[in-house]
């Protein structure tokens, strides 16, 4: 599994034991070796950056697995190199076994993300990084089955079991294997970029979801930020999606100047009203694309775009694909 270790390569972890999930180590090593290789394909090589992906144990020792595969890790804790990533596989059954067997993987989840890496945590792996104290005041998800038993064996991290994603800061948690694609696809795009991401999600998601953004919970986001008056614009934009005006007289509407209001915009929401405006509408496109029977040029009116051409242009620069293009997509998806 390990390559030769570049000075770029981004090194990204495994952590390995007994009753692991074998899918929720094998689904992200494929699926960011797909980003890797579309990358290699469409970046400059100054900006491409290859993958060193290592499996880590305890001692190194063949692990059996639930599933009948053995796995070999590549090093110890003690010989691992310092992590841009590491994925913590769910736990077959009920997770305190294995934790409390394994305590130098909860020292070396601790002292690595002390020195800067990224951890995500899959279903009942997470009570590994529970177990560092890492999601102490934090939020965190797990498999459903086990959530009253985290409650009560963790107590001061703040449960979410509503939620199938949660992120705080550089600590994300999934509840399931689809949780865990989307978030190995969010973090393929900070690697390499949206096509990548695009590109690997297209070949590996079998249905329709929401983007990562929109599933996670997000520790410190607050959707009703302090300036009201940027919330009340937000939910004229939500609701106008057709509207004729220009962001400028939206402003004016509100009685803000349109440097004032794109500055406070901005400040409100880390995000600008351009970028908002055609987030919102590329995905209501999205939505009509796959639930009606609306021509291109309609669903370009229904949100907002004069004609078939612009709609195409932005869905080339946001989705990389035109819109009639992703319509059979994602009528295969859901139809066949």
């Given at each position: ?9 981004l ?26 290789a ?14 060193n ?22 090093c110890?804790?003690?010989q ?10 769910g736990i ?8 409390h067997?394994n ?16 951890l ?18 934090h939020?965190a ?18 449960l979410?079991p509503d ?6 800061e550089?600590?994300?948690t999934?509840?399931?294997l689809?949780a ?26 079998h ?10 919970y ?18 004229w ?35 600008s ?13 999205k939505?009509?694309?796959a ?18 051409g ?10 990389y ?13 859901l139809?066949?």
């Amino acid at each position: 599994m390990s390559q030769i270790q570049h000075q770029s390569a981004l090194n990204i972890a495994i952590s390995t034991y007994p009753q692991l999930l074998m899918t929720s180590l094998t689904l992200p090593i494929e699926m960011l070796r797909a980003g890797e290789a579309f990358a290699k394909g469409h970046l400059n090589k100054d900006e491409f950056r290859s993958l060193n992906i290592t499996l880590v144990a305890e001692q190194p020792h063949a692990i059996a697995t639930r599933s009948g595969v053995s796995i070999m890790p590549d090093c110890t804790t003690e010989q691992a190199p310092d992590c841009d990533l590491i994925i913590v596989p769910g736990i077959w059954r009920n997770p305190r076994p294995v934790v409390h067997a394994n305590k130098l993987i909860v020292k070396w989840l601790k002292n690595s993300f002390a020195k800067g890496s990224q951890l995500v945590g899959v279903g009942t792996g997470n009570c590994f990084i529970a177990q560092a104290g890492l999601l102490d005041g934090h939020p965190a998800t797990t498999h459903w089955h086990y959530a009253k038993q985290f409650s009560r064996d963790y107590p001061q991290v703040l449960l979410k079991p509503d939620f199938f994603i949660t992120q705080s800061e550089r600590l994300y948690t999934v509840a399931s294997l689809n949780a865990l694609a989307d978030v190995i696809v969010h973090i393929i795009s900070q690697y390499y970029g949206k096509a990548a991401a695009q590109h690997v999600e297209r070949n590996f998601s079998h249905e329709i979801r929401k983007p990562y953004e929109e599933q996670r919970y997000l520790e410190g986001a607050v959707d009703k930020h302090p300036d009201e008056l940027i919330a009340q614009i937000q939910f004229w934009l939500k609701t106008n999606l057709a509207s004729s005006l220009n962001l400028q007289q939206v402003a004016d509407q509100f009685s803000l100047s349109y440097r004032t209001f794109t500055r406070r915009f901005k400040q409100a929401t880390n995000q600008s009203a351009v970028q908002y405006w055609q987030q919102l509408r590329v995905e209501a496109a999205k939505e009509l694309l796959a639930s009606s029977n609306l021509s291109i040029q309609e669903v370009a009116l229904e949100v907002g775009y004069n004609d078939q051409g612009h709609l195409t242009r932005v869905f080339k620069k946001v989705l990389y694909q035109t819109p009639s293009a992703y319509r059979k997509v994602v009528r295969r998806k859901l139809f066949g």
